[in-house]
């Protein structure tokens, strides 16, 4: 990863034979050369990239239709299902051992101190943790008031409060088109609004049902405001030192572990952790369903938590708010076929409003990359000299060139 400070853009330092259409002058002849071909940590990092985003399909997925059976087929504990959500967070000890440490440390590539994170990170992860605990708790307090196909609608609206605090935070920029789909997301959610009995399932009072749609609405504007602070605590980690994949691990597992610790507290706090044998008996699907859908949806958490954290690594905030709208229609048809939801009319609007704003973000997307793609860097005039220690090679010298990869 790039040392320097990103934001809209990101910036590397690379030599000029690197430069896409770069021109050379020798002797006042003008010599293009040849476009490089794709570089082996650009297709690395896409290659990291593609099994986080199947991570995370997977993991929101399975996650919203594991959490929505605990709760329609007897399970109420809602600090119990946010202890689970991040109680996994040994799972991701043993990735960081077997191919940081085993494969760096102890063959002598790099030092034990160069693997491990810095403490001022630590501390950001720490804080970061406790704040996704709250968000966790949150969520569960809304799926179990709400529809599945209604809160994946709620909780999608994240990019729009991912766009606007990424403004804030690390200066992402905002085009026509992120500032449409931020607008076309937010009527998706006012539209669900203004219909809320349509779909309150059976034995959820209006206000429950109320609490639950402003729960979700928090989730998704705290979700919206702590990727951007992730991607903030990257960017001020690379001041210091590259971040590489051993620091997203860590940085991950510290935020799980703080989650934990805050779930823990709270779920000792409330004694739902001396009902949860009594619930299990009692559970509509059977004990051992209830048990299998526990550890089935700890462990997707995790899964879910590795891939967020390495789209963040590849990508930005708001390609990762992006991405999960992607996955709002494939929840909605799943969850519709499960748990037998009714599919009104505001529902079908709100998911169309959702998907417009996203191909507005994606066809803002693919014309910026266009237009930064088919701009000519000007060429470089080298002085030509008889006497090769005096010529002038501008060349020589390292220049910051602009990746369009972050821009909205």
């Keep these: 990863m790039e040392a320097q400070h990103q934001t809209c853009i990101n910036t590397s330092i690379i030599d000029d034979e690197d430069l896409e259409g770069q021109t050379h002058v020798h002797d006042q002849e003008v010599i293009p050369s040849p476009s490089p071909s794709p570089t082996k940590p650009s297709i690395a990092k896409l290659g990291f990239l593609l099994p986080c985003c199947i991570c995370v399909a997977v993991s929101v997925i399975g996650c919203r239709i594991l959490l929505g059976l605990y709760f329609r087929h007897g399970g109420s504990h809602k600090w119990f299902s946010c202890w689970v959500q991040n109680i996994g967070f040994p799972l991701l000890a043993p990735p960081f051992w077997l191919i940081i440490y085993k494969k760096e440390v102890s063959k002598g590539k790099r030092s034990l101190g160069e693997v491990v994170m810095e403490p001022k990170l630590f501390m950001y992860g720490a804080a970061l943790g406790l704040f996704g605990g709250l968000i966790s708790l949150m969520y569960a307090i809304g799926m179990s008031s709400l529809p599945v196909s209604t809160l994946s609608l709620l909780t999608s609206t ?15 920029k905002l085009t026509f088109y992120s500032i449409n789909a931020v607008a076309l997301m937010i009527l998706g959610a006012l539209v669900l609004a203004l219909h809320t009995s349509g779909d309150r399932p059976e034995g959820v009072s209006r206000g429950r049902y109320l609490q639950g749609f402003f729960m979700a609405i928090g989730v998704a504007a705290s ?186």
């Design 158 to 172: 994240q990019l729009a409060f991912t766009a606007f605090f990424s403004f804030l935070i690390v200066k992402q």
């Design 223 to 408: 979700g919206g405001l702590s990727t951007p602070m992730v991607e903030l605590c990257y960017l001020r980690n690379r001041r210091k030192g590259p971040v590489n994949y051993a620091v997203v691990l860590q940085f991950q597992f510290v935020m799980n572990a703080f989650s934990a610790l805050f779930s823990t507290c709270g779920v000792i706090a409330s004694k739902e952790i001396l009902g949860i044998r009594r619930e299990a008996k009692e559970y509509g699907l059977g004990e051992m369903k209830y048990y299998i859908i526990v550890v089935v949806y700890a462990t997707l958490a995790q899964f879910n938590s590795i891939g967020f954290m390495g789209i963040l690594y590849c990508t930005s905030s708001l390609f990762l708010g992006v991405f999960t709208v992607i996955l709002l229609p494939i929840t909605q048809i799943i969850a519709a076929i499960t748990f037998h939801e009714k599919y009104t009319a505001e529902k079908g609007m709100s998911l169309v409003l959702c998907l417009w704003g996203f191909t507005s973000y994606f066809v803002g997307k693919c014309a910026r990359r266009t237009c930064n793609t088919n701009k000519t860097v000007p060429p470089i005039t080298i002085q030509a000299d008889e006497d090769e220690d005096e010529a002038v090679t501008e060349s020589s010298s390292p220049r910051f060139v602009a990746n369009p990869r972050l821009n909205p």
